[in-house]
């Protein structure tokens, strides 16, 4: 069975400072990548998608970047944190492309002080 | 573009009590439509999906028909209980902004608190 974990699940972090986040899935090959953040107000916003090694599309302009090093690896990156990227961040993947629906992972929550 | 929309909330409920979280939405051609819900501190589960007019999506007691029409995808429950509450979202498929790839479009969650 396929699973999504994401680390570390909460992070505190100093203005300026720099950020890596990682998510994995166990069990699946080629899936479609996902990046969300969830701020205070619930809702979620779309950050990164990744169909493949290496290919990243960007959403939204952020103080964010992503990277796709290996097939079921994704990983979000800031080089210098502000205050307004504190929230919940979101990795999720979608299995196959006849289907819509997405799987998330336990999230990361980050705080920026 | 597309967009979702549902009741904000908070919802607060007795246990057994009848629920019905209001989804409509805007879209161009045919999206699939789901709901997800979220526990505290948790990700997002997916709870049901419809993929055409008329289907019914059910899952542990929820149910959501995919009405055309109205293009609408309300939630419901017969009965709630306590470990229902938790924060429901409503989501449609979406072409992404270049039109390559699909996502989700989420409305904003509706908080659903269920007293024993």
């Known amino acids: 069975s396929q699973t999504i974990h994401q680390w570390p699940a909460t992070l505190v972090q100093p203005v300026g400072s720099p950020l890596s986040l990682e998510c994995t899935v166990e069990?699946?090959?080629?899936?479609?990548l996902y990046w969300y953040r969830q701020a205070a107000g619930r809702g979620l916003q779309l950050l990164f998608y990744?169909?493949?090694?290496?290919?990243i599309s960007s959403e939204v302009p952020q103080n964010l970047s992503a990277s796709r090093p290996q097939d079921r690896q994704f990983i979000l990156s800031s080089k210098k944190l502000l205050l307004s990227d504190s929230g919940f961040y979101l990795c999720?993947?979608?299995?196959?492309?006849?289907?819509?629906?997405?799987?998330f992972g336990p999230g990361t929550r980050l705080t920026v002080t | 573009g597309n967009s979702v929309t549902q009741m904000e909330g908070p919802v607060t409920l007795s246990e057994e009590a009848f629920l019905t979280i209001n989804c409509t939405y805007t879209?161009?051609?045919?999206?699939?439509l789901f709901w997800y819900v979220q526990y505290p501190g948790e990700g997002l589960q997916l709870l049901l999906k419809?993929?055409?007019?008329?289907d019914k999506g059910s899952n542990k007691g929820f149910e959501a028909t995919y009405r055309k029409e109205t293009t609408s995808f309300h939630l419901e429950k017969g009965s709630v209980q306590v470990s229902d509450s938790a924060v429901y979202f409503c989501?449609?498929?979406?072409?992404?902004?270049?039109?390559?790839?699909?996502?989700?479009?989420f409305g904003k969650g509706t908080l659903l608190t269920v007293n024993p």
């Open positions: 879209a161009t051609g045919y999206p699939s």
């Open positions: 999720a993947w979608r299995r196959d492309p006849s289907s819509y629906e997405q799987y």
């Open positions: 419809a993929t055409k007019a008329d």
């Open positions: 989501a449609l498929s979406d072409l992404n902004s270049g039109g390559s790839n699909y996502k989700l479009t």
């Open positions: 069990g699946t090959s080629n899936p479609n």
């Open positions: 990744s169909v493949g090694i290496g290919q």
